[in-house]
């Protein structure tokens, strides 16, 4: 990577980047960016932006992020999914408050819970100087194109070979606004599937655009399998429209939020399975199967059958900590979108007369 090569991405970013809230003059304050950056981890900036904007009002800082429970945490996190991440940053913003500072050094950075090397590394280049480069999905596809290199995305060779890309425009290019350059190329320019080759800063050194074969470059991450899985639920609704909500048990998938009654039917009849929930949440009387749903947990084809169910007495489990009533269409605690399909499911069902 020439000088002129890494100055021309630099000039192209300050002309043509992006204004995004999270992008304050270096060197950042860390909690923001690793609050943006947690975020934007397997999520599209364009829903990442106004998410990261309300989680920024109702936590400002790392100390009011620190003692907020993780309920009100989880529900600030609603609608970017992946709720696992809300956790890590939750606890590692506590462990920096307990410690009184913030690490400073990449390596220092990822021994808080849930900073892989991307993520460290952004911290330790955009608020502390650091000089080793956050190598994201975007800085692999570039180094792929402009060094012809027919690699997966997401492998050990491409991404020692985007990291030793990065060096070197670091080099030719000191600052942590070349990192930022190479992955707003990736994100805005050179793009999957329809790079944009005549506005691209290094398009004069580019190996794939001279072979005229950007697309193919580089290859693609080899495909997890699938899992096809049948859940079973428990919709149970109140005469003033208010659903039974479980906090879903840690350690399962979509742990700590609240969602109906659910469990994996396994190899169980759906009636049967759903006859259990009934009885752990002390309801009698028929269940009716609404139309089944489904819902994707990262490989995970999920089938989730509802069965409505009614109650008319008040139950033990109303008192208990982990058992809410909420309003499907705006509950107050933290959720995920499988209950919106929940509900649309069981609209009609769940008008059925009470027996
Ligand atoms: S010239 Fe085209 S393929 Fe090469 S880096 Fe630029 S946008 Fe990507």
Same mark, same amino acid.
């Given at each position: 990577m020439t000088e002129a090569s890494a100055a021309a991405l630099v000039d192209w970013f300050r002309a043509n980047c992006r204004e995004l809230s999270m992008r304050t003059p270096h060197p950042r304050d860390p909690y923001p960016v690793l609050v943006s950056e947690v975020m934007a981890q397997q999520t599209q900036i364009d829903r990442v932006v106004p998410a990261f904007d309300r989680f920024m009002e109702l936590f400002p800082d790392a100390g009011s992020l620190a003692a907020a429970p993780e309920d009100e945490v989880l529900q600030a996190w609603s609608g970017l999914g992946y709720y696992r991440r809300a956790r890590l940053l939750h606890t590692a913003v506590r462990a920096v408050v307990a410690a009184g500072e913030w690490p400073r050094t990449r390596a220092e950075l990822a021994r808080l819970p849930g900073l892989g090397p991307y993520t460290s590394a952004a911290v330790a280049a955009f608020c502390?100087?650091?000089?080793?480069p956050p190598v994201d999905g975007n800085v692999e596809r570039v180094t792929a194109r402009v060094l012809g290199l027919d690699l997966s995305l997401a492998s050990g060779p491409l991404r020692r070979a985007a990291d030793a890309f990065a060096r070197d425009l670091w080099r030719a290019h000191p600052g942590p606004e070349v990192f930022e350059a190479v992955m707003e190329l990736g994100a805005t320019v050179c793009t999957p599937s329809a790079p944009r080759c005549p506005e691209c800063? /290094?398009? =004069?050194?580019?190996q794939a655009l001279r072979r005229g074969?950007?697309? /193919?470059? =580089?290859?693609?991450r080899p495909q997890r399998a699938t899992e096809d899985r049948r859940w079973v639920c428990l919709w149970l609704p109140r005469d003033d429209g208010r659903v039974l909500l479980r906090r879903v048990a840690d350690g399962t998938l979509l742990a700590g939020l609240w969602l109906p009654p659910l469990a994996d039917a396994g190899v169980a009849r759906n009636e049967d399975a759903a006859r259990r929930l009934a009885v752990e949440a002390g309801v009698a009387g028929p269940l009716v199967a609404a139309p089944p749903v489904r819902h994707s947990i990262t490989h995970r084809r999920i089938t989730v059958v509802p069965f409505v169910a009614s109650t008319a007495t008040p139950m033990?489990?109303?008192?208990?900590?982990?058992w809410s009533w909420e309003d499907p269409a705006a509950p107050a605690v933290a959720t995920s979108s499988l209950l919106a399909k929940l509900r649309r499911a069981c609209a009609d069902v769940s008008t059925l007369p009470r027996p």
């Open positions: 502390f100087g650091g000089d080793d800063p /290094l398009a =004069p050194g580019c074969t950007p697309g /193919l470059f =580089p290859r693609p033990a489990h109303e008192r208990a900590a982990n």
